[in-house]
T-cell receptor, first 115, second 112 residues
Framework: AQSVTQLGSHVSVSEGALVLLRCNYSSSVPPYLFWYVQYPNQGLQLLLKYTTGATLVKGINGFEAEFKKSETSFHLTKPSAHMSDAAEYFCAVSDRREYGNKLVFGAGTILRVKS | SQTIHQWPATLVQPVGSPLSLECTVEGTSNPNLYWYRQAAGRGLQLLFYSVGIGQISSEVPQNLSASRPQDRQFILSSKKLLLSDSGFYLC???????????FGPGTRLTVL
């Protein structure tokens, strides 16, 4: 079974600093990979996804992520944090061989942005 | 693009009462539909998914059930709620053309 590990349940950065949220997955075959953001008491919003092709993917709000097969990682970055980036971020994977396109989520990382 | 509606937005129910949460989808046809639960401070747990009308797959044994009476309608139910059923319930949809799931705004359920 697939699993997703997000290192650090809480990450704190200063406004303007680099944001790095880590995600590692376990799967024998590279899965589809996703990052979602959740603001308090709201649903999840898709930030970006990797399915095939270029391993560096760009998403909304200035975020990007790089798929590294050798490291089984899909870390999320943003060059300069903004106060509005404070939220919870979830990494998710989907086994491209599996029926139903189910998502397996990491436990989430709460990002705090300090002024 | 897809729009997912959920209601009610919040619900407070006594233990032992029934439950019905509804999810409807606009902007796509024949989607895969999903119910997730998010407990406080935890990630998302897939409860049920459906690939078509009347087709329901359960991911974990529990006190809940799901139904899909129409193509773009997904209902989560319980006959008797437990305290452990409290949480944030999210409905998601995956259209036929992509790999990503889109999420509704969620229902906050508190069982007292």
């Amino acid at each position: 079974a697939q699993s997703v590990t997000q290192l650090g349940s809480h990450v704190s950065v200063s406004e303007g600093a680099l944001v790095l949220l880590r995600c590692n997955y376990s799967s024998s075959v590279p899965p589809y990979l996703f990052w979602y953001v959740q603001y308090p008491n709201q649903g999840l919003q898709l930030l970006l996804k990797y399915t095939t092709g270029a391993t560096l993917v760009k998403g909304i709000n200035g975020f990007e992520a790089e798929f590294k097969k050798s490291e089984t990682s899909f870390h999320l970055t943003k060059p300069s944090a903004h106060m509005s980036d404070a939220a919870e971020y979830f990494c998710a994977v989907s086994d491209r061989r599996e029926y139903g396109n189910k998502l397996v989520f990491g436990a989430g990382t709460i990002l705090r942005v300090k002024s | 693009s897809q729009t997912i509606h959920q209601w009610p937005a919040t619900l407070v129910q006594p233990v032992g009462s029934p439950l019905s949460l509804e999810c409807t989808v606009e902007g796509t046809s024949n989607p895969n539909l999903y119910w997730y639960r998010q407990a406080a401070g935890r990630g998302l747990q897939l409860l049920f998914y459906s690939v078509g009308i009347g087709q329901i797959s359960s991911e974990v044994p529990q006190n809940l059930s799901a139904s899909r009476p129409q193509d773009r309608q997904f209902i989560l139910s319980s006959k008797k709620l437990l305290l452990s059923d409290s949480g944030f319930y999210l409905c998601a949809s995956k259209g036929q053309g992509g790999n990503e799931q889109f999420f509704g705004p969620g229902t906050r359920l508190t069982v007292l």
